[in-house]
């Protein structure tokens, strides 16, 4: 309870193909921060034994290895963070009934917290993603059967697509945005899926050349 492990070194995770997991398994206020390079040469599961707690990456996340975000996990991408050399996903686990992730970017504007190619793949209910830097998000977003809410705070020019099964992506702009730009999402698979979107102005989101 109440501690802090720190790695100001680069940290490699490798398994020979399995996926490490680190957990953060005791009372709340823990925090583990990676303030250098991580590089995930296989997938790595992070969890938690209640949410709260911190995951905090802010050096530059490296490999092809899946980041995935399990039960409980609160992760915080700072300033300096960089993710435009990560060529895996970040994969949202969590399942709901409290066991849902927060994920807060606080990359600085023009950085990069998903490169374009890579997703959010969100898998478990109730997700909540809040995008602090302008544009930051220059990847896909997989909703498959969740509802996420996506919270964009300044402005995006580059988004990717959106994929869904049959869930909804709650999308929220702040009221000092005037452009969420995404890419053309008419080859995208929307499923029976939706976009609700709330916060946003007359042509303030739009998709390829169109906009809403």
Do not use: C
């Not at 680190?22 to 823990?30: C, E, M, T, V, Y």
């Not at 996340?61 to 991408?77: D, E, M, P, R, V």
């Not at 409290?98 to 997700?127: E, F, M, P, R």
């Amino acid at each position: 309870k109440a501690s802090s492990f720190i790695f100001n070194l680069p940290v490699v995770f490798d398994s020979e193909g399995g996926t490490e997991t680190l957990r953060l398994n005791s009372g709340g206020d823990q925090n583990i921060t990676f303030s250098s390079s991580l590089t995930l040469n296989d997938p790595l599961t992070v969890t938690g034994v209640n949410k709260l707690h911190d995951l905090n990456l802010n050096g530059s996340l490296l490999g092809a290895g899946n980041l995935i975000l399990g039960a409980k996990t609160q992760a915080n991408f700072g300033s300096a963070y960089d993710g435009s050399s990560h060529t895996g996903d970040i994969v949202v686990a969590g399942t709901g009934n409290n066991n849902d992730n927060l994920i807060t970017s606080n990359v600085s504007d023009d950085g990069t917290l998903l490169a374009s190619g890579n997703k959010i793949d969100v898998q478990g209910a109730g997700a909540k993603i809040i995008v602090n830097g302008a544009n930051t998000l220059k990847g896909n977003i997989a909703v498959g059967d969740s509802d996420p809410t996506l919270t964009i705070n300044k402005n995006q020019s580059a988004i990717g697509t959106i994929t869904m099964g049959t869930g909804t992506l709650n999308l929220a702009l702040a009221a000092d945005v005037t452009s969420a730009a995404f890419a053309d999402n008419s080859s995208a698979d929307w499923g029976t899926g939706k976009v609700v979107i709330t916060g946003a102005g007359d042509n303030e989101v739009s998709f390829g050349t169109s906009a809403a």
